[in-house]
């Protein structure tokens, strides 16, 4: 089967199995970051508003490497479950702001890839970045659940767009803590022997290594960074999960970190994780961060 074929077959057996239930069954298009579209396949009840949104392109890939049809079905049905066990409880609209107000937390995504998206909600421009807004619905060690904070809801609240970037701060400093560590090290630890360079490389994210990159907006981390060092430092956006720190003392060209980042992008990683296409200096004596896309 193709992948149109694959997806139809889904939602027939679904469908079926679900129909004296009452249960409706249906595969709808969910744009993620930076315009990814995806095939999200829901399964709601009548009394049940909300369904978890279980993402088909996986599950194709275990079926062109061999899986079986019945026990992809069987694995969509335990994600169901799963995410309805887990499935936030919204909270009342009037006292709603102070019912998630704890669980405000901010993400860092390329501004012109997601143009239409930033067009529905509250963000901050930074750089060639913006700094959007989401409610942490669930966490756990498989990993997490969130929402994107829309216009509607910030207008709801009647919160500034200050109040909820000081909040988010504060909660995903918390939530998400930053780790630095020296790249050699990182891959190391994951058993991966590293080639020798001439260049020291560090490695910026939080403790969960989702959506890490975020963790340069953290107060004070960058200029503890360039003091406990005594040097400014290239960033370089590796994804959405991580950054790179180069130290601006090393033997190696802007142009050549661009190049770098860019091929990085086009060869390695995802769509929906690219971050960048240029790359950051922060500079030691001015305590500053500024974009470099010259190529």
Not at 111 to 132: G, R
Not at 138 to 153: R, V, W
Request: charged share 25%; hydrophobic share 40%; with cysteine.
């Amino acid at each position: 089967m193709n992948y149109e074929e694959f997806k139809q077959c889904l939602s027939a057996i679904l469908k079926e199995k679900y129909a004296k239930e009452e249960y409706e069954v249906n595969i709808r298009k969910i744009v993620k970051n930076n315009g990814l579209c995806l095939d999200g396949l829901c399964i709601f009840h009548k009394e049940e508003p909300v369904s978890p949104t279980i993402y088909l392109d996986s599950y194709y890939q275990q079926y062109t490497r061999g899986a079986l049809l019945a026990d992809i079905i069987d694995d969509i049905e335990k994600e169901y479950a799963r995410g309805m066990r887990l499935k936030p409880v919204l909270p009342n609209v009037e006292a709603y702001y102070e019912t998630v107000r704890s669980q405000i937390i901010m993400r860092l995504v390329n501004y012109d890839k997601n143009k239409e998206i930033l067009e529905e909600c509250p963000y901050i421009p930074f750089h060639d970045l913006a700094i959007t807004f989401r409610w942490l619905a669930h966490q756990d060690s498989i990993g997490i659940s969130t929402a994107l904070i829309s216009n509607k809801e910030l207008e709801v609240w009647g919160i500034s767009l200050e109040q909820l970037y000081e909040d988010a701060v504060r909660n995903t400093e918390q939530l998400f803590p930053a780790e630095i560590n020296r790249l050699r090290d990182v891959m190391a630890a994951k058993g991966i022997i590293s080639e020798d360079t001439d260049f020291d490389l560090y490695l910026v994210t939080n403790e969960q290594g989702i959506n890490g990159a975020t963790c340069i907006l953290y107060n004070g981390l960058l200029k503890e960074f360039a003091r406990v060092h005594k040097s400014s430092f290239y960033l370089l956006p590796s994804s959405i999960h991580e950054m790179m720190i180069c130290f601006a003392d090393e033997n190696i060209s802007e142009d050549m970190l661009l190049s770098l980042v860019r091929k990085a992008n086009h060869v390695v990683v995802t769509m929906g994780e690219v971050l960048s296409d240029n790359i950051y200096y922060y500079d030691y004596i001015c305590e500053e961060l500024s974009m470099i896309e010259n190529y």
